[in-house]
Each structure stands twice: as C-alpha cells, then as structure tokens.
C-alpha cells in the first residue's frame, strides 16, 4: 500500500525558504502523479503545486508561481517543493497527495488525487 510522508516544515520568517519533503513508500515514484496542497482552518483545501509523473510537467496555483518550485527525486522515491519568499498567507497545514497514474500531466483538484500524507505545518510570521 501506498504511503505519504512530509517533513521540512516549521516557523519561518517573511521572506525566508523552507523546503518541504514527501516520500513515498509502496509504490515507485515513476509512476505517481504528486500534488501538494495547504488548508487553514475554516477554508477549503487548495491545490499549490503538481508535478507529472511522465516528463516532470509542473504546474503551480497563481499565488505561488516565481516563489515555489516543485521537483522529483525518483532514486529517493520523494518529492520536494522548494520554497522562497515565503508570505504570511502561506502559513497552513501542507499536504502532499499522489495518484498512482501514468501521465505527462497532473492537476490540482483534490478529487484526482487518491492517497494522502499526514500533513504537515508551515507557520510564516515576523
């Protein structure tokens, strides 16, 4: 069965990078479509970034594009998101899903993704 884990999170500065792990166990990442999503409470989850498992086509939400960078590491079956500048508004719960899907493409709707990680905190404050 397939299994999610993040790491990488904690309090950081405006401004400041955090780098957000999620490996995978179960399942080769070759074969896994990776989305990373945020919640706050009170609000829906939102989609932030996927990331293909055919070609390494990445795809980010428009609050995060130029500041995060979403990447594959398949010898270490984990998925990074790199994050710079971070804001404030990016504090929240992070989650890291996959679907296990062949395809040059990948989305950020919650529905297409099966498995999910624990989630993991993101807190930006001065």
């Known amino acids: 069965q397939l299994q999610l884990v993040e790491s990488g999170g904690g309090l950081m500065q405006p401004g400041g990078s955090l780098r957000l792990s999620c490996a995978a166990s179960g399942f080769t990442l070759d074969y896994l479509v990776i989305g990373w999503f945020r919640q706050v409470p009170g609000k829906e989850r939102e989609g932030v970034s996927c990331i293909s498992s055919s070609d390494d086509n990445a795809y980010y939400a428009d609050s995060v594009k130029g500041r995060f960078t979403i990447t594959r590491d398949n010898a270490k079956n984990t998925v990074y998101l790199q994050m710079n500048s971070l804001k404030p508004e990016d504090t929240a719960v992070y989650y890291c899903?996959?679907?296990?899907?062949?395809?040059?493409?990948?989305?950020?709707?919650?529905?297409?993704?099966?498995?999910w990680g624990q989630g993991i905190q993101v807190t930006v404050s001065s």
């Open positions: 899903a996959a679907s296990n899907v062949r395809s040059r493409f990948c989305s950020l709707v919650r529905g297409g993704y099966r498995y």
